[in-house]
């Protein structure tokens, strides 16, 4: 029987390892270089490509990766964050896959070369020649073949790592020894794999360094000699793995290239954004029975304002905690109150709403449900939130057009406007937790101390010269991968338009 995957025209030299670090960023990673902590991954960089490599927006692992493994940016796939409109107001589910676009080993595939995908966030493997391990959804997706998960337990002799539990600041020293563990363990399967099925393309993803650095950035951003030993000793895991990981992919033969690379960047948190709150404020979003704020809504307000001293400091972090743990839910929201949107969407008078920002927290979208808001209305609108937006005193937010950051046109879902504040050391939210949309200072404690940047980390080769002075794009890597195994990817839907600068 003649074989599915036949192959055709491609070169059957080149095999291609791509690692990716989840929001790696130089501003982390020099300075590692430097001190000798990652030598691997100087070394890589010594000897060939080194480049930041320009996200798309948001600049977010599920919008981010697929438009890595596709080479279509959000705009022609029509994903913008991690969820996406599930039916009537204040309902959602999680992106689960890219399909129906093709990813680069998907083409690679059909041209016959035997692939391997490791950790990519998928709701469930899909035949390939090859295999396909998903990560991030579920601790027990299912694989392709459906046996490997199975077989890879079996010599591991423990379970495949699942995503790291909820931070707690009070198991701060076990959540990081999980977190490098997890990044040891997730080597051995893929360097196992690498040398057991000898793929001709191979995709690892290491998730856990954009947990650490979005909980423990304020730990990391300092000098070398101050970070803690732990901290330390998780960056030397991944440059381990990275290099256990390299060498199992390069004992298959042929003309193998090595990759490492970042979906995006990472920087210090500063504020927060309540985009709900400010459209409240401005009259563009209207509850039926007025935005009153509730007792249990003041309790939030007084344990805002209670970081303002070091008492309350000093206790918040434990308070943080209590409130994580399993079961303390009635707790939590005695405190919050029952402020997210999709608690609030019962409450809001949708007939007369004009905006809402929900369910992607960088974006507004306006209000299909309002009969005025057509048209010319509908134009007049955005202009309207664009120019409020960009004259809000106390943040700089860039107020973002889909049309005019995205190549593709399949904007059916896309906000009317995608938000980006203070380049990104503000971070927007869609709940009602505080009544006030900018909190200047927020608890670290509630949601880490770091968060996202538009440029990530390229480095490795095989991928030929990248042109001088501006920064690759993640949206281009997939071309030039299947171009350097000989393989024509699928054409590109639209015309070129310019990709979101960094600030």
């Known amino acids: 029987m003649s074989s599915p995957w ?227 000793a998780f960056w030397r895991a991944v440059d381990a793995a990275c290099r256990d990981v390299d060498r199992a992919f390069r004992e298959g033969g042929g003309e193998p290239s090595t990759l490492v690379i970042s979906d995006h960047g990472h920087g210090p948190v500063r504020s927060d954004f309540l985009t709900n709150r400010w459209l409240v404020r401005e009259g563009f979003l209207t509850f039926r029975d007025g935005d009153h704020l509730d007792g249990r809504r003041l309790l939030s307000r007084l344990f805002l304002r209670s970081q303002e001293f070091a008492l309350g400091r000093m206790v918040g972090g434990p308070v943080a905690d209590l409130l994580r743990r399993p079961g303390f839910l009635g707790l939590q929201r005695l405190v919050n109150g029952s402020t997210s949107f999709e608690e609030a969407a019962p409450r809001i008078d949708w007939q007369r709403t004009v905006a809402y920002s929900y369910p992607i927290p960088e974006g507004i979208y306006l209000n299909p449900y309002n009969p005025d808001l057509t048209g010319d209305r509908a134009a007049s609108v955005v202009r309207e939130l664009r120019a409020r937006l960009e004259r809000y005193p106390d943040a700089r937010i860039e107020a973002l057009e889909p049309s005019a950051i995205y190549r593709g046109r399949n904007l059916s879902r896309a906000p009317a406007l995608l938000l980006r504040i203070d380049g990104m050391a503000t971070e927007p939210w869609m709940d009602f937790r505080y009544d006030r949309p900018l909190v200047k200072e927020r608890p670290a404690f509630f949601y880490g101390s770091g968060t996202h940047r538009m440029d990530g980390v390229l480095l490795g080769d095989g991928v030929g010269p990248l042109p001088e002075g501006t920064p690759a794009q993640l949206t281009d890597l997939a071309p030039l991968i299947l171009g350097a195994m000989g393989i024509r990817g699928p054409g590109r839907e639209g015309s070129e338009a310019p990709t979101p600068s960094a600030s």
């Open 6 to 232: 036949p192959g055709a025209g491609r070169d059957r030299s080149r095999r291609f390892l791509v690692l990716g670090l989840d929001g790696g960023t130089f501003d982390l990673l020099d300075p590692l270089m430097r001190a000798g902590v990652l030598p691997f991954l100087s070394e890589l960089s010594a000897r060939g490509v080194r480049s930041p490599l320009r996200s798309v927006y948001p600049a977010k692992t599920i919008p981010a990766w697929y438009s890595f493994a596709t080479g279509q940016d959000p705009g022609e796939l029509g994903i913008f964050g991690f969820q996406e409109p599930d039916g009537g107001p204040g309902r959602s589910h999680i992106v689960q896959t890219f399909r129906p676009r093709e990813a680069l080993w998907d083409t690679l595939s059909r041209a016959g070369a035997k692939i391997g995908v490791l950790n990519l966030p998928l709701g469930a493997g899909y035949p390939v020649h090859g295999f396909v391990l998903p990560g991030f959804f579920s601790d027990a997706a299912t694989t392709y073949p459906r046996a490997l998960r199975g077989d890879i337990e079996r010599a591991l002799g423990c379970p495949y790592p699942g995503e790291l539990p909820v931070f707690r600041g009070s198991d701060r020293g076990r959540w990081v020894e999980a977190a490098t563990r997890a990044i040891e363990t997730r080597a051995r399967v893929a360097s196992l794999l690498a040398a057991r099925e000898r793929p001709e393309f191979l995709f690892v993803l290491f998730r856990e360094t954009d947990r650490v650095e979005h909980q423990l950035w304020h730990e990391l951003d300092r000098p070398v000699e101050e970070i803690p030993r732990d901290l330390i």
